[in-house]
């Protein structure tokens, strides 16, 4: 029997645009892109030229300060542009999709009869080493440490996330060949968070793994949550982290030789016709997929991500390196007259001075607007009630803004990165900007202390 | 509203940098925006958020006082009414009182705010809120017969020196509404103690026969409990203090409000009446006056007692800001205002000097929950690594 820990503290923001199981019909993939921006302190070095036919796996870029961490192409075809932003900083490399998903040639092989190094060079060759993130920081791991254990949450608990066990449904043997190759990487154990009701779901047929079941609002499925509950990350800790759709890359890996960056992906949201499944390739392009499926009645927002902490990456933008949903919500670029008197019925507050509470199957129809201006800190205790921690947020984030190392580190900025702060800001009566605020936390945390 | 959002969309660039006003674009600012929420949106981190802001928080606070402003009105005319022996109805001894204290509300707000714009503008900020809650704070907090120029210099001290020299709304130390008052109450002591100030008119014109108009804690110092209001008028209000604080009903109907939208803090509450019920009684057990005999719960109705513990200790701002802190923090208001109630004869309430004095140390105790927190972390990383 699984461990169970019951998180209180959360919240679930209840939005329409919920995916229905069932798979839309297949988008013919265009063009793909690697945004070297997904990685946070990750410096691209650009292995290829536009007009350069690439295979998948191929490598296209690297980290200068890891070279041994490559960026591969997620499918087959020809590099049509390098995007780059302010200060030549690379945004984007597009690659126009040939439609044969033809893979570069790893030799296949059963994990379990490799040594750990064997495993961690056919990861970093083929590209499959940035999915593994690290705690603290959340960046991409160091080849060349051992974590004390690798945990991997087996459900999504932000707003209108997929739901795993549909998405990873028949996958078993990918998925558990990746866990044996992981289970090499690391001489602790891998730990899998899963929700009551997937007791008997995909993961108990999994074997080399370590579930532990979490109940609760928004967070619990949040990987620094769980690990927060079952080993927290203490100065000095390091510990990995990868997305299951992540592990069954690796397992196809291991088991086909090939690269295959096919993923499962919903696409979600208000402004969405019918929220469905759909079968794509990481990286994808969204322009193909947003066709004809989204009402077009007001401006949309389109996030690779949850609204809590996905991208706005408009409508001809592309599928996130880590993201697993698109989320299609109205822009709120809007004056509401005598917004703080109204009643506001249909707009979501935690706090009982709106009427939310009165319906509390309510779904609501959320837009991006901040609801207010931004202030000084006024209200107190906001943040504790949806952070299941035993972490002070408003005073972490304080000393943050004080460039406080040492209080920082006390505070408990190891354990945290912008997702888990993510409901504090959503809940902030001052509007706050506390992922960002936080991510300049960590990036002086790297600079001064190394990663 | 169209016409009047195109309005403001003409003339905003006006008040913008290099526009012709741009020395006003905090005060236009503030007024689009309590006419309008603003059209931002996220530009970073969720895409959506929360429905309340600054303004939504701080109505509902207003929102939860009129409870205490409806009777305190009525109250000035019953007041006046028994000093001098006039009869007057329910809505006659509303609208006697309501007259006399919409000039001190409107000068506490004239004055506030001008100086809230006048600071932003200064320092180039947005307006904030939080003189809405503080402007109606303070007219309830004093007594009737207060000339207005003491309200307009005790608001003007308040607000400069109490709040924006530490950089406006969320920045400063000490409650700003209670800060008018002790200001008040140290610089002209003779319009804010004693048994006249409290009831219209009485100063000037002599009451019918028996009437002193002392409050019941003024009573308990002189030790003429003989004439005390009964538990049930003290807790209905019928009884004679500064204009918003006298029943303790409608504060607990402001009270209710408050806790219900989860704006005000029912630890700070709780605590507040807690810590008044432990010394009360402590007082009870050492008892050897009839001060220290009387029945603790006295303390909840009589006085700003409740209408501190509600409106003023639940100040975020200038309460502790962590939840274990925020115990103690109203603990020992409670506690300390029942200790200079009863013990300091200079001082018949406490509350005002027991919340200020928490105010200033506040910020101590939030360390001390922090460093506590700390070393709770510390020691679990260290038994994780020699378990």
Not at chain 1, 223 to 239: A, E, R
Not at chain 1, 389 to 407: G, Y
Not at chain 1, 425 to 432: A, D, F, L, P, R
Not at chain 2, 106 to 134: C, D, K, M, P, W
Request: net charge positive.
């Amino acid at each position: 029997m699984s461990k169970v820990v019951h998180l209180k503290r959360g919240l679930d923001i209840r939005l329409k645009g919920d995916a229905e199981k069932v798979f839309g019909s297949s988008v013919k993939i265009d063009q793909v892109a690697l945004k070297p921006t997904d990685f946070p302190g990750f410096s691209p070095k650009i292995l290829v030229k536009v007009g350069q036919k690439v295979k998948a796996g191929e490598s296209v870029c690297l980290d200068k300060y890891n070279p041994e961490i490559l960026i591969t192409s997620p499918t087959s075809g020809e590099v049509l542009a390098i995007n780059r932003g302010e200060r030549r900083k690379v945004l984007e490399i597009v690659i126009k999709a040939d439609g044969k998903n033809t893979s570069v040639d790893f030799s296949k092989a059963n994990p379990e009869n490799l040594s750990r190094d064997e495993i961690k060079d056919q990861l970093k060759i083929s590209g499959l080493w940035p999915f593994l993130k690290q705690r603290p920081y959340g960046t991409v791991a160091k080849p060349e440490s051992t974590p004390l254990s690798i945990f991997i949450s087996g459900f999504d608990s932000s707003p209108l996330a997929p739901d795993y066990e549909f998405i990873l449904k028949g996958q078993t043997s990918a998925f558990q060949t990746g866990i044996n190759a992981l289970a090499k990487l690391t001489d602790g154990k891998i730990h899998v968070g899963i929700r009551p009701d997937q007791a008997n779901g995909f993961f108990s047929g999994i074997k080399n793994i370590v579930i532990t079941q979490f109940s609760g609002p928004h967070p619990a499925g949040n990987v620094g949550i769980q690990i927060h509950h079952v080993s927290p990350v203490s100065k000095g800790d390091l510990i990995w982290t990868i997305n299951p759709q992540e592990v069954i890359y690796i397992g196809r890996l291991f088991e086909t030789g090939n690269i295959d960056f096919t993923k499962i992906i919903a696409l979600t949201g208000s402004e969405v016709n019918s929220p469905k499944y759909y079968q794509v390739i990481h990286g994808t392009s969204l322009a193909g997929l947003l066709n004809k499926t989204t009402k077009q009645e007001a401006k949309e927002r389109i996030i690779s991500g949850n609204v809590l902490k996905g991208e706005n990456v408009g409508a001809d933008g592309f599928l996130g390196f880590f993201d697993q949903q698109i989320t299609v919500i109205p822009e709120g670029d809007y004056y509401e007259f005598l917004g703080w008197a109204m009643p506001r019925l249909d707009k979501f507050s935690i706090s009982h001075s709106y009427f939310s509470w009165l319906f509390p199957k309510k779904k609501y129809k959320a837009d991006s607007n901040l609801n207010g201006e931004e202030r000084a800190y006024v209200m107190t205790g906001q943040y504790e009630k949806v952070l299941p921690m035993d972490i002070l947020p408003v005073f972490l984030i304080k000393a943050i803004i004080a460039n406080d190392i040492d209080k920082m580190e006390q505070l408990g900025i190891y354990e945290v990165i912008e997702e888990d702060l993510a409901l504090c800001e959503y809940v902030c009566t001052s509007k706050t900007e506390v992922q960002r605020i936080l991510r300049e936390g960590i990036n002086l945390m790297i600079k001064e202390l190394g990663n | 509203m169209k016409s009047l959002r195109k309005y403001l969309d003409k003339k905003k660039p006006l008040f913008q940098t290099g526009g012709k006003f741009a020395k006003l674009g905090s005060t236009f600012g503030a007024i689009e925006t309590f006419l309008f929420t603003p059209n931002h949106t996220s530009k970073s981190g969720v895409h959506i958020h929360d429905a309340i802001d600054l303004k939504r928080t701080m109505i509902v606070v207003v929102l939860a006082m009129v409870p205490a402003l409806l009777f305190g009105s009525w109250n000035i005319g019953y007041q006046n009414g028994l000093a001098f022996g006039v009869e007057r109805g329910l809505i006659e001894n509303f609208i006697f009182g309501f007259i006399k204290i919409l000039p001190i509300i409107i000068v506490s707000y004239g004055v506030g705010l001008g100086i809230e714009f006048i600071a932003a503008q200064i320092r180039g900020h947005e307006v904030n809120e939080g003189y809405l809650v503080t402007g109606m704070l303070i007219p309830l907090i004093l007594p009737v017969n207060i000339p207005l120029w003491m309200v307009a210099l005790a608001v003007a001290f308040a607000v400069i020196f109490g709040k924006e020299i530490f950089g406006g709304t969320g920045y400063n130390i000490m409650n700003v509404a209670l800060l008018a008052r002790a200001f008040l109450f140290f610089a002209y002591p003779s319009q804010m103690s004693g048994d006249a100030v409290w009831i219209y008119e009485l100063p000037s014109k002599v009451p019918v026969d028996g009437f002193s108009g002392a409050t019941p804690l003024a009573q308990l110092a002189q030790g003429t409990t003989s004439k005390m209001a009964s538990f049930s008028d003290m807790f209905m209000g019928f009884i004679p203090g500064s204009i918003g604080e006298t029943s303790t009903l409608t504060v607990l109907i402001g009270a209710a409000i408050l806790i219900f939208t989860g704006i005000g803090s029912w630890k700070i509450m709780l605590s507040t009446v807690l810590g008044a019920l432990a010394i009360g009684l402590l007082c009870n057990i050492l008892a050897v006056n009839e001060y220290m005999a009387l029945p603790p719960y006295y303390h909840l109705v009589m006085g700003g007692f409740a209408f501190g513990a509600v409106f003023m200790a639940t100040d975020p701002v200038t309460a502790s800001h962590t939840e274990k802190g925020k115990w103690i923090y109203g603990f020992m208001i409670g506690a300390l205002a029942v200790l200079i109630r009863v013990f300091n004869p200079a001082y018949p309430e406490g509350m005002m000097l027991a919340i200020l004095l928490m105010n200033i140390w506040s910020p101590l105790i939030d360390y001390f929950v922090i460093e506590s927190h700390i070393k709770r972390r510390l020691k679990r990383a260290k038994t994780k690594a020699n378990p």
